[in-house]
């Protein structure tokens, strides 16, 4: 009788621990610390094309500061989990390298505005700001994932967004590098 009266916490606090688990993945008391997220197969498919059409269009320009700044955010989107259509694990530490990467870009992308050998006109500055802008919003929806206690469906929204804000900064930089080659 005693033994069943001490199972029972035991039991309690383990089913406890397991929907915590469940309920919140990127928890403190998560084992696992991945979410499996299905993207969304229509847009994921709309943004790669555009995708590869833009970075075709960098391979064939010519290298310059420029381009290799472009170059280097194309490679953080090819390593990242929005190239990939269909459900899959997201672990912390991707969401975390992703992030570290982002950072990275920004501060090329930020260096590349205060660089007087580099040429912009004023409308490709103002592209490279709102590129710069959208790469900074995603890097907080990135830190927020990480480091807020988030349910499945908020962590499934932030996840969303986050997709969305970095096919965006992928149009804007498209955007910009097309009207920076056009003015050279």
Do not use: C
């Not at 190239?83 to 870009?105: D, H, P, R, W, Y």
């Not at 501060?107 to 580099?118: C, E, G, I, M």
């Not at 790469?135 to 499945?152: K, P, V």
């Amino acid at each position: 009788m005693k033994s069943i009266k001490l199972a029972m916490p035991i039991i309690a606090l383990i089913i406890v621990y397991l929907l915590a688990n469940w309920f919140y993945p990127y928890s403190w008391a998560s084992i696992n610390k991945s979410y499996s997220y299905d993207q969304d197969n229509v847009s994921g498919k709309e943004f790669l094309e555009k995708y590869k059409v833009a970075k075709e269009f960098a391979k064939e320009q010519d290298v310059d500061k420029i381009s290799l700044a472009v170059g280097d955010f194309y490679n953080t989107i090819d390593n990242s989990f929005i190239v990939e259509l269909g459900k899959q694990s997201i672990s912390v530490q991707e969401l975390a390298a992703l992030e570290t990467t982002l950072k990275q870009n920004r501060k090329s992308f930020t260096k590349l505005l205060a660089d007087d050998n580099v040429e912009l006109i004023a409308e490709s500055r103002q592209d490279l700001l709102k590129v710069i802008d959208t790469i900074e919003t995603t890097e907080n929806w990135l830190e927020d994932i990480q480091h807020q206690f988030l349910d499945r469906k908020t962590l499934r929204r932030s996840i969303r967004n986050t997709l969305v804000t970095l096919g965006f900064a992928s149009e804007l930089t498209d955007d910009f590098y097309h009207r920076y080659v056009e003015s050279k």
